[in-house]
């Protein structure tokens, strides 16, 4: 049974910093693109940050360039989003996915597996 399994979300302070984790099982994980979304009341669903399992080939939306960092563990199957010098935009429900496309695909439509996602909430 393939699950993505978020965690790590809560509750922060502008300026703050969280680390969400996303643990992969039931696929190939190292064939794998892992990919960070979210979605804000009001507002679609967007990307935030993707990483290639096959190279390390990562991709950020500018929203999040040099605040955020996306990384992973191959032995441990999962994929980490350190957020750092969070804003109130930044609040949402964020959402891992696995794609077997090639590059580092943004789109949604490329990504096969989604998690059950984790809030976030950035606090003036």
């Known amino acids: 049974e393939v699950q993505l399994v978020e965690s790590g979300g809560g509750l922060v302070q502008a300026g703050g910093s969280l680390r969400l984790s996303c643990a992969a099982s039931?696929?190939?994980?190292?064939?794998?693109?892992i990919g960070w979304f979210r979605h804000a009341p009001g507002k679609e669903r967007e990307g935030v940050a993707c990483?290639?399992?096959?190279?390390?080939?990562?991709y950020y939306a500018d929203s999040v360039k040099g605040r955020f960092t996306i990384s992973g563990d191959k032995g441990k199957s999962t994929v980490y989003l350190e957020m750092n010098s969070l804003k109130l935009e930044d609040t949402a429900v964020y959402y891992c996915a696995a794609s077997r496309r090639g590059g580092v695909p943004v789109g949604e439509p490329s990504y096969d597996y989604w998690g059950q996602g984790t809030q976030v909430t950035v606090s003036s």
């Open positions: 039931g696929f190939g994980f190292d064939d794998y693109v």
């Open positions: 990483i290639s399992n096959r190279d390390g080939s990562t």
